[in-house]
């Protein structure tokens, strides 16, 4: 089965910005609750964001809102994350998924979402 595919991770500067994307063509895209998630070492994966199917709207976690934003581009089956004032503590491999459980209303609860992809690492430092 294909997975989604992360891509645009990389080595940024604190202060920095990067987005990364998630392409994933494998069902009706449009159709799903979407988020970004991520893992840094020795730690539990943790929610990031999530965007609405079709109405746009969309749900951060406090330690990146104002500073993240989620967005899609549901004719390229594609997801975004454009992350901005970026901090030490960022640094973690960041993956999609999309809601398969409860996604009546925006969920954090990663035992909800499912199709995950491999993820791409974003590491910021000096």
């Known amino acids: 089965q294909v997975q989604p595919r992360e891509s645009g991770g990389g080595l940024v500067q604190p202060g920095g910005s990067l987005t990364i994307s998630c392409a994933d063509s494998?069902?009706?895209?449009?159709?799903?609750?979407m988020a970004w998630f991520r893992q840094a070492p020795g730690k539990e994966r943790e929610f990031v964001a999530a965007?609405?199917?079709?109405?746009?709207?969309?749900d951060y976690s406090d330690s990146v809102k104002g500073r993240f934003t989620i967005s899609r581009d549901n004719g390229e089956s594609t997801l975004y994350l454009q992350m901005d004032s970026l901090r030490p503590e960022d640094t973690a491999l960041y993956l999609c998924?999309?809601?398969?459980?409860?996604?009546?209303?925006?969920?954090?609860?990663?035992?909800?979402?499912?199709?995950w992809g491999q993820g791409t690492q974003v590491t910021v430092s000096t």
């Open positions: 965007i609405d199917a079709l109405d746009g709207d969309t």
């Open positions: 998924a999309a809601c398969v459980r409860s996604c009546q209303a925006f969920t954090r609860e990663l035992t909800n979402y499912g199709y």
């Open positions: 494998r069902r009706p895209f449009h159709n799903y609750v």
